[in-house]
């Protein structure tokens, strides 16, 4: 990737989104930090972007609201003129039994999980189109493959980002734009920290590398598919996963 790219991370403010948005950091380059309600985390992140040489532009918005997102874009357009990387990472999970789940359960994980991202993507597509050049990289799940019991609903919206992926692929390849996803297994942040110590440990016995990966383990595969190297690359599923999956 060429440097002065103005790049937009969603939940960038903790966990694999911090470390996206400062691997992909670099003098010349307007790291837009999304966050939800985490503001002095966001600025944390936004303090090591700029460590990097860097520029941090804190971005308040729920990739859950049509009409914030949309309002947050247009200022981004307005100030940049460009919008080069968009990596949708925002995510959350409800864990419930499917036969206990409430509908706003399923509801708040499609929300921000999967139309999130189709709100971002689809806000930054005409831009990256007119640019002719683009990359979106959407961060899915090890479970939008496998399935969790406790997670129909995330593992729905993490199955239904690679379908999004693969067919948003295809619609805009041939404008020099690239769609693909990164499925992380086990990552330690704080989504994972609030397991219970046996679910945790039961899952580090499923992972042949055994240790738990880092943010900056997928921060890594995001970079790759930003790269020049990677333009040739779209529509794919890279897993992150220390062997816990081979699809
Ligand atoms: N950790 C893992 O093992 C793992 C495995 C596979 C996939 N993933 C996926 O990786 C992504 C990041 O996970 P993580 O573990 O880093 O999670 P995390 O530590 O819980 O951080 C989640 C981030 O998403 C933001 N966020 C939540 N709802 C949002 C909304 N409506 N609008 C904008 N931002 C929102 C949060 O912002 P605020 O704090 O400001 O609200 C925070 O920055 C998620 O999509 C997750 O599903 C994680």
Redesign the pocket.
Known sequence: MGDKRVIVV????????RAVAVGLSQPGCDIIV?????LD??RETAALVEQKGAAAHLAQ????DPDSVKQAFKKIMDEHRRIDVLVN?????RDNLAALMRDSEWDDVLD??LK?AFLCSQAVIKPMMRQRWGRIVN????VGVTGNPGQCN?SAA?AGLIGFTRALAREIVSRNITVNAV?????E????RALPAKAKEAMLAQIPAARYGT?EDVAAAVAFFVSDAAGYITGQVLHVNGGMYMG
């Open positions: 969603t939940g960038a403010s903790r966990g694999i989104g999304n966050f939800n309600s985490g985390a966001a918005f729920s990739v859950a990472n925002a995510g959350i999970a921000t999980n999130g961060i899915s799940s090890v995330y993490k499925a992380p297994g086990f990552i942040t704080d989504m994972t943010a």
